[in-house]
């Protein structure tokens, strides 16, 4: 089954179960928060309302956030949170899929982001009259996590008249709850299905989970800057850093290539081993939706950089496959856990017709977001949906 049939499946999973109750509540115990507090996101995917802008801001929009909170928010702008609902493998899925108003729970958090509203269980959509196309283009936006009820909620107590805007001090901000309402999400379990999205019950089942290592601790870096006007202080970075940046993902995923000798003879067999690690994630890699997959890709150069009589280029894929249920369940799933690790080989013939001299072994790693197969039904180049996480090049001498 392709990916655009998973995405499909999820838009069809009539109750997105959500593992709120499951985030590490031991974690960053901070005495001076209080211990109940309401939950930070509602529950089943359901929009974020914003009864009341506090005080005295003018818009809920990063925009008014942008005018003190200036680094924050550029960092915040270079992130995959800015784009969740204009980046373009995004908006092609949905334009495809025939714009569900199912996802929008995630990528379009806010009430206001939304043109319709769900009438109610199975009764379809109504348009929003508060709908602001503006927010919309803001996909994950500070307010969706920061806006609560007329308040700013943030991670730590301010004194009074710290900020200029009202602020609720909340537990849940250093913790997994601000992210598992939208990075975990699957099927019934009581039916037992799996979580299509499983990034948190990785997290959990991983050494960083038991560890009480959050997300936020590696995606949101303590950093020191103008954390609001011209006031410098040590703040929680916004970039996401880590996540889509090839110098970053070549940290998180490992490549060693090694070859059983570094010459051959025509006619003779050329073996090569590629291990492939996790050595900076506390998720599986790749994470997150199903589409999304790892490719390991062999390949021969000769001298004249074509590929040589004898050679087939060949790829590895880490990824997961679904069966479509009901309930959709996970079928197999060959991605790399938290400090897991995998070796392929690779073997090329060197044909007895051979051209004599230095050949080369090529070995790529690339992060797809969605299948070929699944860019091209959207439109989309390969180059549209990939990154190059690491290339190894090995020179070997064929006599
Ligand atoms: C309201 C929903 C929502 C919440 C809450 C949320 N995320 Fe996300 N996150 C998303 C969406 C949607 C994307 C995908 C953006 C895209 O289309 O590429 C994403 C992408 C990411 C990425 C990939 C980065 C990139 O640049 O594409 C990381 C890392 C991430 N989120 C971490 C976190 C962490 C850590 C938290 C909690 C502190 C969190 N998120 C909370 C919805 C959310
Ligand atoms: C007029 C300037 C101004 C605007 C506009 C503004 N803030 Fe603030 N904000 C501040 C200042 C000043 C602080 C205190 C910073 C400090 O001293 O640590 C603050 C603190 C915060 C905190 C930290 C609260 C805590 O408990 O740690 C958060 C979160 C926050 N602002 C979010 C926002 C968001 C989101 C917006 C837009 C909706 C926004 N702010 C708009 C000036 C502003
Ligand atoms: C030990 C550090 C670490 C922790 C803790 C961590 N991550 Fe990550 N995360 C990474 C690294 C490194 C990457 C880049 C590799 C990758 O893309 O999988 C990444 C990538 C991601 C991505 C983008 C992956 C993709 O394939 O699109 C998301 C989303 C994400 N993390 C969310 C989370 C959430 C949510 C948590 C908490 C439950 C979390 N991370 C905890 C290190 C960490
Ligand atoms: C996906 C959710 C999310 C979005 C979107 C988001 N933030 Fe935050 N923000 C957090 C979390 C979580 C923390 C606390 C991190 C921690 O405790 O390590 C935080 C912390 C802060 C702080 C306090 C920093 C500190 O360390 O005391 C400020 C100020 C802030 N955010 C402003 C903003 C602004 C402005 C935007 C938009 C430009 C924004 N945030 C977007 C989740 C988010
Ligand atoms: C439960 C929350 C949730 C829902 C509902 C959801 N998504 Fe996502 N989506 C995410 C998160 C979180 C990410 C990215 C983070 C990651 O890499 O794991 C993401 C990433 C994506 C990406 C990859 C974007 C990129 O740049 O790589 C596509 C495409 C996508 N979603 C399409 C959809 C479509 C289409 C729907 C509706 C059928 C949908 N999503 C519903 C949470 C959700």
Redesign the pocket.
Known sequence: MNCGTALLLMLLIPVIALAQGEADESAVPDPVLPEAEPPL?PPDGAPVTIAEIPAPLPSLSAQTCNACHGEIHDQWAG???A??AT?P??TAAVEALGRPAECDA??L?LEVQRPTLAKGPGKGQVENPAYDPTLRLE??TCA??HVRDGEIVGPRQLAVGQAPHPVRASRAMST?E??V???QAGTDEAAHGSALIDTVGEWERSTFGQAGIT??EC??PRTSGRIAGSRYAAYSAHG?T???DPKELARAVTLQVSLRSSSIQRGETLRATATVMNTGAAHAVPTGDPAHRLELAFTVEDFEAALPKGAEPASEWFERTLDAGPPVTVSSDSRLQPGGQRSVDYSYGADKKSKPGRYTLVVRLHWWAVSAEQAEAYGLTDEDVRILISEQRIPFDVN
Do not use: D, E, I, K
Request: proline share 7%; charged share 5%.
């Open positions: 996101f992130s995959g949170h784009t969740a980046n493998v995004y995630c990528h958090p996909g994950v969706a996590c997994p601000a992210c309402s939208c990075h997300c936020q995606h949101m996401l880590q996540a889509r």
